[in-house]
């Protein structure tokens, strides 16, 4: 068991991560290659779910653009993820907030977690 936490721990990206969960708000800076050119492109939206544990950690974003619901999922270790920000905790009572999906305009909204 120990070889396999030593293993994890070579791949780590290193990039601190804020505590976030299901309902925050979040922008994620992804870079992004284009042939030869490199770019970092901002992602916000909230997320939906975090899955898994260890190594293969990951979170789905779900944004609105253009009337357009676009999810997309990354690793939480991905090499590629130049920083997270948190914007706004959300207050959800669920670790799954796929109701999202169907909702549409006020209805969509997430109350702000008070700290």
Known sequence: MDLIKVAESAFESGIEMPKFGPGDTISVHYKIKEGNKERIQVFKGVVIQ?????NNKRF??????NNVGIERIFPMNSPFI???????????????????????GKKARIKEKRI
């Open 50 to 54: 975090i899955k898994g544990h260890g």
């Open 60 to 65: 789905t974003v779900r944004k609105i653009s």
């Open 82 to 104: 130049e920083k997270v920000e948190l914007n706004r905790a959300g207050k959800v009572r669920r670790a799954r907030i796929f109701y999202l999906r169907g909702l549409t």
